[in-house]
């Protein structure tokens, strides 16, 4: 597996960087950490394209990144990444790449790859050129704020599942699984007993119905949850709850819940217009939401 950690600024990002650390560890995944700088002002714009072009033709050694080293610094503190000598164990040294892109890579501690990546430009434009030339399982990327613009774009946009870490805590968390009966929620029940089995954690799966018709179908959606998870042996429990989704699910989601939900099956227009419950339950929650694509 191979995940996205975007991050803004070295203290805001802390716990984003943390948070996604600690899912990339006990998953065993390949790491790329992308720290997104603003844009060259238009008055300097012209030097810092011919800098650029200058530093892909130099040696490897010659990019000297603030940014990034404040990145391996975390790392370091996180213990994240392996240690010879008392020197941090690196594949290849900071470098230029076409298109302003400079790119650093790492080991980690269990000789994972680590790729620290700084772009230029606007942050969901970046991060959507980045899901395009690589391929990655998963985004991890923090909520700033009530999460607005970058959490609708990200979720409805971005191609990979997308984790938005949102007030992130250090407590043992588990999952709350929210199906429906759609396609994408399975897949999202798939990798909730997927990740629930390498994190040793439970899952509580929450079906929910609007209407009195509806509630045969949630509560076969719960039976089926439930015989899959006890094969696996995983803790977990069954919850039917009858009203609005968004407002049932923030009713239901405790503290130490990590929220996992398949994406909006409507048409990316409907979605412009009128939103949709990931969305929604990323702007308006205070957990991580996972949403599985």
Known sequence: MHFLICIGGEQQSRGTLRFGLMISSALRADVTILYVRRPVSFYFRKEAQMARQKLEGWPLETVDSAMMKAIERMLVEEKYLRMVEGRVDVRQMPHAE????????????????????????DVVDSIRRETIEVAYDLVIVGAPGDG??????????????????????????????????????????????????????????????????????????????????????????????????????????????????????????????????????????????????
């Open 98 to 121: 076409k298109g302003g892109l400079y790119e650093y890579h790492l080991c980690g501690q269990y000789g994972e790859n680590v790729r620290i990546r700084e772009r230029e430009g």
């Open 148 to 293: 607005g613009r970058l959490v609708r774009h990200i979720i409805q946009y971005i191609e990979p599942s997308v984790l938005i870490v949102k007030n992130p805590r250090e407590v043992p968390y588990r999952f709350l699984l929210c199906l429906n009966n759609s396609e994408s929620a399975r897949k999202a029940q798939e990798f909730a007993l997927r990740s629930a089995l390498l994190l040793k954690t439970s899952v509580d799966v929450l079906c929910i119905h609007s209407y009195p018709w509806e509630e045969n179908v949630a509560m076969t959606l719960g039976e089926d949850a439930a015989r899959l998870f006890k094969r696996f042996r995983v803790p977990h429990t069954i919850h039917i709850r009858r009203g609005p989704v968004v407002r049932t699910i923030l009713k239901e989601i405790q503290p130490d819940h990590l929220l996992v939900m398949g994406p909006s099956e409507r048409s990316s227009i409907y979605q412009f217009l009128f939103g949709s419950v990931p969305v929604e339950i990323g702007r308006k929650g205070n957990n991580p939401v996972l949403v599985v694509k």
